[in-house]
Every structure is written in C-alpha cells, then in structure tokens.
C-alpha cells in the first residue's frame, strides 16, 4: 500500500468536535465515540470510500464529486484530487464498480458554466479547485470551502433527505446549478424531467443506466432564497417553460447574495415517484434549521457506534475501531419511503410494514459484517433477511448483488444463503422460514425457464449460469465449459452445506442429505501432486499451464485471486481439507508457505483487486479472509495471532489511504472490528468464532436484551502478544473457539497474554 503525507484535515476534525473523555463508571466504560470516526480513512488507495454525510444506513449519502473516470471513481471522490465537481446526494461505499451520483448541485459566482469541465485546465467548466486544510468531515457532517466561487458549503443529511448550506461573498451573480446529466462513471441517462413549482422549489426525476440497468431517483428540492431559473436541454436554453424533460438536462439558478450571506437547500429524494421525494422531504426536514439536522445526524451516529465501548488501546487504534464501525453501519440502505411504499424488483410500486433495502454486496459482506449485525443488531439483520425473501418472491430468485432494486448479475455463488442460514442457526428465525429453504434452493439449482423480472438478458446467464447445471450432473464444474470454474465451485459447496445445516435442523432428512453430499463437491478440485484447488476439464484432467501466482482477471478458474489465495475456501470443513493435504503438519506449512513466498503476483492481466498481500495471502479482497484462522484449527494458534496481529497493524491505519483494497460496503471494515474484539467468523452458519487476540484491554459490547457482552486482554503489552488462556465467564476454554450463544448471552471474555507460543485451550 502507498504511503501518502497525512494533511491537518483529522487534526480539524478533533477541534471541531469534543474531545473524547474515557472513564469507568461502575463496569460501564463512557467515551464519546463519534469523535473518533475519521470519514476520510479509505479515500486513498483504492478504498473507495466517500466522505460526505449520510446517517446509519441512509438513502442519502450527500457527498462531494471529485471525479467520475476511471476504477478509483468508484465513489465518486478520490483523496489525491484538488477538484471538486459538485455534491450529489447518492453514493456507494467502497464498491469495486461504481454507480450513482444522482442529483449533483454545484455553487458558483460569477459566469454559470453548463459542464462540470472535468480534466479540462482551470476556469473551464463549473467545478472548483479546494485545499485540503479547508476540508473536514465527521460523522453526518461535511464542509469545504471553494477556492474559485469562494463559497463555503457545508451538509448533511437525514435518512431520506440532504441539506446544503452555502455561504456565499457579496454578488450580483450568484447561484446553483443543478446538473441531471451528472453521474459516477458517466452512464447513460436514459429519461429526465426538470419542474419548477415556484421561486422557491423544484422537482425532478431521473433514470439511469449503468451497474443498476434501471435506476429511479426522484427528488424535491427547496430553496431558503428565491432565485431566477434558467433551463437546458443538451446544453441549449430552453425558454419560457416552467418544464423540460430529456436526457442531458441542467437548471441554472442565480440570486444576488450579500457578504457571508447563508443560503439553504434541502432535498429529499425517492425512488417510487416525486410526490414521495415531497413527503420524504417534509417528514424529515420541516424547516432550515441546518444546525439542528447536524446534531440529529450526530446523535443518531453516537448511539449506533456506542453499542461498543473500548478502554486502552492508542489513538489512531481507537479511530481505526471506530471508523471500521462506521463504514459497517453505512449499508445496506433503507430504500423506501416514509409511506411505506417502495419500487420492487418487478419494478412495480409496493407498500411493506417493514422497510425496503438495497445495496446488498452478499459475496462481501456475508463473511464478516452480517455476522456482526446478529450480534449488535439482530432485529436490522433479520429486517434484511425479510427484504431479501420479499425480493425473491418479486423477482424470481434471491439477489446476489442487487442494486436499486435491479439483479446485477455480479459476483459468484449464492450468498443470500449464508446470511439466511447464520441468522436461521443463531435462532433468529422472525421470517418465514419455509420460504426461505424454498428461495434457498431455488437460488442453487438450475432453471433455464424460471422467470426472473427486470434483469437485461445478458444477465440470465450471471443469475442461472449452467455452472449450477455441471455441478449437479458432473459432480464438479468443468474448467473447459464454464469460466471461473473453480472458484464457483468451491463457494457452492459452501452453500450446499447452508442449505443442508438449515434443512436438518427443520428435519427435512432427504434434502439435508442430498445438500451435505454436494457439499463435498470441494474435493474434485483438489489436486494432491501440486496441493493446489485446480480448474479440472470435462475429462478429468487438469487446467494446463499451471503456475499458482499466476491471475488474469476473470479468465482463470479463479475469481479476482489465484490458486494460493482460492485453496483455501473450504470455510464449512476445514478439518476435510486438512485431510487433503494428509495431516495437520502438512496443512500448517503449506499455510506457512502461503504468506511466506514472494508476493509477485504473475500475469499481464492480473487482477487489480489482489491487494494487502503477506506472501501471496491477500487481505484486500475477501476469499483470504477467513484464511489466517486456520491455523488454530491445525493447533498452531500463535501463529494465527501472528498473522492477525500483521494484517491490522499494517492494513488498517488512521490514514486515507488507511484501507488496503475495496472497502465492500463495510465487510473489510467489519473483519477489523470482529479481530479487534478477538474473533472471527471462519464459517457464517457454524455458530462459532474462532478465537484470535484482542485490541484493547477492555471491550464491552451492548447485545440484545440490555446485556452486555465483555472482552478483556490482562498482561497484554508488545512483548506479551501471545494468548497464554481464554477464561470464559471464569471457565477456561477446551477449545479455539467461542459460540454465538456466549456472546449474546452476556458475560466475560479474559484473555491472559504472554511470550509463550502455546495451545491456549490446553
């Protein structure tokens, strides 16, 4: 990872807010945790973070627009830029494609510009240059000032509504502009309207055609100040109309301001229809009152993130924590409205009681962040999982990467299953669960005429690939008849061993069985010559030329990876794959050989996503997650503590560039959390957490009930790194591992630290 100069922008942020003050009253631990959120962690690099203002889980994330070219666009904002391009009020978090950016306003003063003049030189174009000392960002809350309007902004934003507020010099020209051509990635506009109700306010719609083939965004907006409006259609002035609809269309508003004059704006927006984005706007943002928006945004920020409470630890170690939780809580996204109603995927107008969500990044985030919603927010994940079947039944099968209530077709396997079956074995079953071993089924078999709304028919094949038909028929998936062969296969297995675990547990005995066999699957993969997961050919022989470090993005049988990084994926039986391998000794070192060998990544083509690399263990992207646990299950803990204390120490800092791949709509940031509290999920579904080392010297975590759960670290210092004996509620472990149950169930966690390398559990 890069190293960049850190700038004063965190330096602002701790004089803006109050200082942190760390006590102990009785056995509850006080901090003031929105303090230690740095926004900005994640800009740099290839985070793709954002670091506008937005409130858990929000509709609008209201952020600024430094450039929407190029793979580290993806959030619409990049660190290393001095341009800003205007703010818009939608953005993802951390994605590796980008989408978004709907409804960009831009201030100016002086001549208005119709084209935000991106990568043209300066005083073309509407954008501005801007400093960095002159930039800050906190928890619901932006600002930065313009170099070249001179205008301050600042924003921040409810769940389905944002607010501007500039302050502007004295002028005679003065205004907003207000671009609906504007998006991340530059997609395709593909319907737009633009109406003004009065010298005050105004509505709007667009849709767009990018990641999302059909994205809705409708919006209201009111202005604290009346203005003249001028309106354009592809660039020309469209006269004497209050209306104008298209495809590349721009309103210019102007006023004359005052020195210092404020100036507000607040937007709601909708994905059902304009009457929504009123409603939306009314119910969340009444009046002007910015100040009091901030503080509700920071209020509803200091009571997510104080669900955890951390005692010791540095500085930087405590922002890093914090601002990991942070980005674990920005999706996914409440996407319906404050009526209830939704756009489904039929794209059809629906009202639920619960509410309606998207961004759902499944192949990220069911290893890490949902197993950290059963613990801190059962009733939001089992919400989610409501969602998913609801969206199952509306259009044909579960999403995998769904965006915008639209099937992506993106990524591999069927991971709605992971998170339905961890909830579901974690006794969080307020879903019809019927239905979901149904949709759960229905999402790993092959169906050539099943229905599925809305998608284009490109992405059938990404929905139902024959990859699910080869499976069941050959009992592996050919490398010769299906890409990416191997990586698909080796995730479907994992799935089956979800479908079979729930089904048991309902006492569905012949599907259980059918699914524990196909589990098994992983093995036709294996390699015993070379020790490596291979891509196998329809006649049983194996994918030629091989050479472990070798990727080519998504024309291997490896899915942004190689086989050192893929061999690994055998999260529901590790104890079979040791098998593989002959013994526990053997497993150990080849898992030595993993993150000890050169990190040179081979190939032309390789993938960019192969990043954070110990040897050729790659933390920036997820199949390596789980992977330095492993060795606990080899009787080598030490060395996973080794290898976890290595990946947070070098891979997650209090910087910008402070992320070392993809932040993936808070699974890289949930990893983090759930090490720092000293476990890890190796297996969404198997109900444990495999026992790593803490952060802190004390964590205490709210869980449902009004318990606590608490974590402890004594005689831990730079020597003392290694875990000596794990006392649970005063018992010592007999094992690596911790249930969900001892979790939510309240109680205490001690972990004595030393120099010894040892078998705790022993």
């Not at 831009?106 to 510009?113: K, S, Y």
């Not at 992971?418 to 979901?436: H, N, P, Q």
Request: charged share 25%.
């Amino acid at each position: 990872m890069k190293a960049i100069g850190y700038s004063l922008v965190f330096i602002a942020l701790f004089l803006h807010t109050s200082c942190a003050v760390e006590s102990e009253t009785g056995k509850k631990l006080s901090i003031d945790v929105t303090s230690y959120v740095n926004p900005f962690i994640g800009t740099d690099f290839h985070g793709h973070t954002y670091p506008g203002a937005t409130v858990p889980f929000g509709m609008v994330q209201l952020s600024p627009d430094s450039r929407t070219k190029g793979w580290d666009a993806c959030s619409g904002y990049h660190y290393s830029d001095s341009v800003i391009l205007g703010f818009s009020h939608t953005h993802l978090s951390g994605t590796g494609i980008g989408d978004m950016g709907d409804v960009l306003m831009m201030p100016f003063n002086g001549q208005a510009a119709l084209n935000s003049g991106e990568a043209q030189p300066r005083g073309i174009g509407y954008k501005s240059y801007f400093r960095k000392e002159n930039e800050l960002a906190r928890p619901g809350y932006y600002s930065v000032f313009l170099d070249d309007p001179k205008v301050k902004v600042e924003l921040s934003a409810t769940t389905r509504a944002g607010i501007h507020k500039y302050t502007f010099p004295k002028s005679e020209n003065a205004g907003i502009i207000i671009d609906l051509a504007h998006s991340i990635h530059q997609h395709k506009v593909t319907e737009a309207d633009i109406h003004i109700i009065s010298d005050t306010e105004l509505s709007g719609y667009r849709k767009t055609k990018g990641w999302a083939i059909h994205q809705y965004v409708y919006f209201r907006a009111k202005f604290s100040k009346p203005f003249k409006v001028e309106l354009y259609k592809d660039d020309k002035l469209v006269e004497k109309t209050a209306n104008v609809d298209g495809t590349n269309l721009k309103a210019i508003l102007t006023f004359d301001t005052s020195e210092n004059e404020e100036v507000f704006v607040k937007v709601g927006i909708s994905p059902v229809d304009k009457e929504g984005a009123e409603k939306n706007l009314n119910a969340e943002i009444p009046d002007f009152n910015f100040d009091k928006i901030v503080d509700n945004a920071s209020q509803a920020w200091e009571k997510e993130l104080g669900k955890i409470k951390i005692k010791g630890g540095t500085e930087d170690e405590k922002t890093v924590f914090y601002t990991s939780l942070y980005h674990s809580n920005l999706s996914p996204i409440i996407y319906s409205d404050v009526d209830g109603r939704y756009r489904g995927m039929d794209h059809k107008i629906h009202t639920t009681k619960h509410k309606n969500y998207t961004i759902f990044s499944l192949w990220d985030t069911y290893r890490a962040q949902h197993p950290l919603f059963t613990i801190i927010k059962p009733e939001y994940n089992q919400d989610l999982i409501r969602d998913l079947l609801r969206k199952s039944q509306e259009g044909g099968i579960l999403p995998k990467w769904e965006l915008a209530a639209n099937y992506t077709g993106t990524m591999i396997g069927s991971h709605a299953v992971s998170v339905i079956t961890d909830a579901y074995m974690k006794g969080y079953r307020d879903f019809d669960v019927e239905l979901a071993l149904t949709a759960m089924i229905e999402a790993v078999e092959y169906d050539s005429v099943r229905h599925i709304e809305y998608p284009t028919p490109a992405f059938i094949p990404a929905l139902m690939p024959k990859a699910k038909l080869y499976d069941k028929k050959y009992g592996y998936i050919p490398n010769d008849l299906e890409g990416s062969s191997t990586s698909k296969g080796l995730e479907f297995a994992y799935n089956y061993w979800c479908i079979a675990v729930v089904a048991k547990d309902m006492g569905k005995e012949s599907i259980a069985q059918h699914y524990f066999e196909r589990s098994q699957h992983y093995k036709e993969y294996f390699d015993k010559e070379t020790g490596f997961m291979r891509g196998k050919n329809l006649d049983g022989s194996w994918k030629e030329p091989f050479n472990p470090r070798f990727s080519a993005h998504w024309k291997t049988p490896y899915v942004e990876g190689n086989a050192w990084q893929w061999t690994w994926y055998v999260p529901h039986d590790v104890e079979g794959l040791m098998n593989l391998f002959g013994s526990k000794e053997d497993f150990a070192v080849k898992l030595d050989s993993l993150f000890t060998i050169t990190s040179e990544v081979l190939g032309e083509e390789k993938s960019a996503d192969i990043t954070g690399l110990i040897g050729q263990y790659a933390h920036g992207n997820e199949p390596s997650h789980h992977i330095a646990y492993l060795y606990n299950y080899a009787d080598q803990p030490w060395r996973t503590q080794e290898v976890v204390n290595q990946i947070r120490s070098e891979f997650y800092t209090n910087t910008p560039d402070g992320l070392c791949g993809n932040e993936d709509c808070g699974q890289m940031s949930a990893w983090y959390l759930l090490n720092a509290m000293g476990f890890y999920p190796v297996c969404p579904g198997s109900n444990q957490y495999s026992i790593g080392s803490p952060v802190f010297d004390r964590i205490e975590i709210e869980v449902e009930g009004g318990k606590t759960f608490k974590v402890s670290a004594k005689n831990k210092t730079a020597e003392n790194k290694y875990v000596q004996k794990v006392y649970l509620n005063g018992k010592p472990l007999t094992n690596h591992y911790i249930l969900h149950s001892d979790i939510v169930n309240g109680g205490e966690m001690i972990f004595e630290m030393g120099k010894e390398k040892r078998v705790f559990w022993n």
